[in-house]
């Protein structure tokens, strides 16, 4: 099983995280499974860019992002190439590391 490692993030995840995650589960599922509280504000359905993800590690291993991921994508904070919604991204067969933004859009509207 591949091994998902989660960067340190000062507020969700100070120490950071690493588990292991089934090939073809949803990559916020895993997540949050294993106890980091990343934001997902329209429940998991592609709707907004609060569980955005940047893949240090492991990107091509994942499903291709659709064109609606890719628009939203668009209004995330901090994006960057290797730059995924977690509530659309399947994890593959390679280890990953994921670094969780400083903000998102809520964080930043709500004053965090």
Same mark, same amino acid.
């Given at each position: 099983?591949? *091994?998902?490692?989660?960067?340190? +993030? ?6 950071? $995280?690493?588990?292991? $995650?089934?090939?073809? #589960? ?13 934001? +997902?504000?329209? #429940?998991?359905?592609? $709707?907004?860019? &609060? ?15 659709? #064109? &609606? #991921? ?17 509530? *659309?991204?399947?994890?593959?067969? *390679? ?8 903000? &998102? ?5 709500? *004053? +965090?």
């Amino acid at each position: 099983m591949p *091994q998902i490692i989660i960067l340190p +993030h000062e507020e969700l995840c100070p120490e950071g $995280a690493a588990f292991e $995650a089934e090939p073809g #589960e949803v990559l916020i599922e895993a997540i949050l499974r294993n106890g980091v509280e990343l934001e +997902h504000a329209c #429940e998991k359905s592609c $709707a907004c860019t &609060t569980c955005h993800v940047i893949l240090r590690e492991g990107f091509y291993s994942l499903n291709s992002a659709e #064109e &609606t #991921e890719e628009d939203l994508l668009d209004k995330a904070w901090g994006l960057e190439p290797e730059s995924r919604l977690s509530c *659309q991204a399947l994890v593959g067969n *390679q280890d990953l590391v994921i670094e969780i933004p400083k903000y &998102t859009i809520n964080m930043v509207s709500e *004053q +965090h």
